[in-house]
Every structure is written in structure tokens, then in C-alpha cells.
């Protein structure tokens, strides 16, 4: 399945679903988490934006995240509202077209694209259209956003391995990856003076762990270890902050799943995906985890019981062209129903 469609498929599942499950109160606000360093909730439900942060430090900003052109287009007025220091830097947490198709945008405004190595290996096996082959997923993207459209993919030039640190004495962000989460490329943003940790979308609050481009169980071990640091306040890709309870709830919520799937993983793919509700429910009991049980739940159980050995639930590839046909003729309203499961099953199969 093309991205628009998992795009289209995403947004649309999280505007039918948002007002029940979404803290919106704080989107698209600027929220001081502590001096000089910023969040923003970004729109994701009307938008498709994924959150920011950024550090404002004596010569320079650094921006985490390179959101979607227009939610980078959307976050730049307002980081300059707050300071005229330069923005010079602007960290992709992973590759992902939420968080890194604004890059260029970034570049129009003086900054630099920082990543993670994996998130140029990433981009390297997904965005084929940039590296000289088909068309890849930012130009699916484009077909169904205009300020992709008008913009184009800048993959990250400032790359570091393990970590890569920035410090003026007065303010220190440490970019880290701790291995395989959400994505082979994902990278944290670490303040230390201030004990706030932003995450990208290895760690989300509510119901948006995209599974597709990940491993569930390095997942853990990367949480585990990001969550070694001690960190007092979370900044996630999508949801709201929060507290470490942020950080222990999404890798409770991604044990338990593991947990509830494995008792299923020698049976056979329809008696797994029958189970599905099943497991929903038991998940749905504690309440710690409750959050994050959304319209991706069936292919989060599909996801994971691949993983241990087991075979994808069906091949979705008619439904999903009609689904597609249904989707382009709809423009970008189409419509996705919790009990759609068709539609719901073929997400993970696709980009996010
Ligand atoms: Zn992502």
C-alpha cells in the first residue's frame, strides 16, 4: 500500500477517533517545559503534524524534529516570536515524513538537517525516488499533500553514530540512539540540566505506535535503556508530555502485547486475527496501557506475531487497491471504521 493511503488511512482514523482518545487542548501551542526549551503538540489529527521541541541556546536555535513542510512552516513563526537567535540545527528523530519531509524547509531557513546514521539507511531503502529508482514514499506523500508536493526530500547532512552533543555551558542537548525502536534509526534528545528527554516516536503518548518500520522487542531494550538516563519530563513524537510514566507506560503497554501475543504465536494467522478483540480486552484492563489501544491494535498484534515466526494475516492487496480507489475518489476525507478491519489490518503494510 501506497504512504498516502496509510497517511490518508492514519489521519483519518485518528480524526474519527481523536476527540475520545486525543488531549487536544494544548495543540498547536507553544509550552515552556523549562527556560530556553520549548514543546508543541503538533496537529496531527487535521495536519498529520508530529510534535517539536527546540532549545534556544546563546548563538543558535535546535529544533527537534523536521516535521511535515507545513508543519515546519507552522512552528518557525513562533520559535521566531520567542528569540532572534538563528535557527542552525534541526534533528530528525527518525525518518519518518512526519518528522523529516520539512528538512528543506529548514534549509530555506538557515538550518542544518541533523540525524542519525540509520535514518540515512532508512531513507535509502524507502525513498527510492530520491535515490534514482521508482518513485518512493515521499513522492506517494506528494500525491496527497501539497506542501510536500511544492517542497523536496533534504536527507540529513550532519550524521552522528552514537551520540552527538551540543553545549554552550549554559545548555546541553546530547543526541543519542540507543538502537532499534520505532524505526533502524531512531534518536533521542537529552538534556541533562534539565532532565528532559524528547523521544520522537520510539515513545508517544496515546494511541499512535506506528509498528510497520520497527522491532517490537529491541523496542523495549531501546526504551530500557533511554530510560536509564532518569529522565523527570518526556516530550514524545505524538500526544501530549509527561512525566517517566510516559516512558513506563509505553514499554508496559509494549510487553504486555508481546506477552498476550505470544500465547497465541503457534496458532495459526485467521485464529490469531480472531483473537484480536480478545487480546484488546485484556490490554484494555490496565489502565496504565489503556491509552494506547487504537485503530492501529490489529496490526500491532499482526506486527508482532510476524515477528515470532508467524505468517501476515491475509494478503490484503485487493482490498487495499479498492480501498485505495475508495480513498482517491474521496479525496482526503475517507472514511475509516472501527470495525473496518480490512482497512485497519492494512496499515502496517505501508509507511508511517
Ligand atoms: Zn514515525
Request: proline residues 6%.
Amino acid at each position: 500500500m501506497n504512504s498516502r493511503l496509510q497517511q490518508q488511512l492514519f489521519i483519518s482514523v485518528i480524526t474519527a477517533f481523536g476527540p475520545s482518545l486525543i488531549c487536544t487542548a494544548e495543540v498547536n501551542k507553544v509550552e515552556t517545559v523549562a527556560p530556553d526549551v520549548y514543546f508543541h503538540e503538533g496537529d496531527l489529527g487535521r495536519r498529520g503534524h508530529c510534535n517539536n521541541g527546540w532549545i534556544v541556546f546563546e548563538d543558535y536555535v535546535l529544533v527537534v524534529d523536521g516535521n511535515f513542510p507545513s508543519g515546519a512552516q507552522e512552528v518557525i513563526p513562533k520559535i521566531k516570536a520567542i528569540t532572534n537567535k538563528p535557527i542552525r540545527f534541526a534533528f530528525d528523530t527518525h525518518h519518518h515524513g512526519d518528522h523529516a519531509y520539512g528538512n528543506q524547509v529548514w534549509v530555506e531557513n538557515g538550518a542544518t538537517p541533523v540525524a542519525h546514521t540509520g535514518v540515512i539507511d532508512e531513507m535509502k531503502k524507502y525513498e527510492t525516488g530520491y535515490y534514482g529508482n521508482t518513485p518512493g514514499r515521499w513522492e506517494d506523500a506528494a500525491k496527497g499533500r501539497p506542501d510536500v508536493a511544492k517542497s523536496k526530500l533534504k536527507p540529513p547532512t550532519l550524521l552522528f553514530r552514537n551520540e552527538m552533543i551540543f553545549d554552550d555551558g549554559k545548555h546541553r542537548v546530547e543526541l543519542h540512539h540507543f538502537g532499534v525502536a520505532h524505526t533502524h534509526g531512531d534518536g533521542f534528545a537529552w538534556l541533562p540540566k534539565e532532565r528532559i528527554l524528547f523521544t520522537g516516536d520510539a515513545c508517544v503518548n496515546g494511541p499512535y505506535n506506528y509498528m510497520g518500520d520497527g522491532n517490537s522487542e529491541q523496542w523495549i531494550k531501546t526504551l530500557q535503556a533511554a530510560q536509564k538516563l532518569g529522565a523527570k519530563t518526556i516530550c514524545p513524537g505524538h500526544g501530549p508530555t509527561g512525566g517517566p510514566e510516559v516512558l513506563e507506560d509505553q514499554i508496559a503497554y509494549f510487553v504486555s502485547l508481546r506477552n498476550e501475543v505470544k500465547k497465541v504465536a503457534d496458532k495459526k494467522p485467521e485464529e490469531v486475527k480472531a483473537a484480536v478483540d480478545q487480546i484488546k480486552e485484556t490490554l484494555r484492563k490496565n489502565e496504565r496501557i489503556a491509552r494506547y489501544i487504537g485503530a492501529f491494535f490489529p496490526a500491532q498484534v499482526e506486527k508482532v506475531y510476524v515477528e515470532m515466526g508467524g505468517k501476515p494475516f491475509q494478503t490484503a492487496s485487493v482490498t487495499i487497491e479498492d480501498d485505495k480507489l475508495h480513498a482517491d475518489s474521496h479525496g482526503r476525507t475517507l472514511a475509516v471504521k472501527p470495525s473496518s478491519d480490512k482497512v485497519l489490518l492494512s496499515i502496517p503494510r505501508s509507511t508511517r
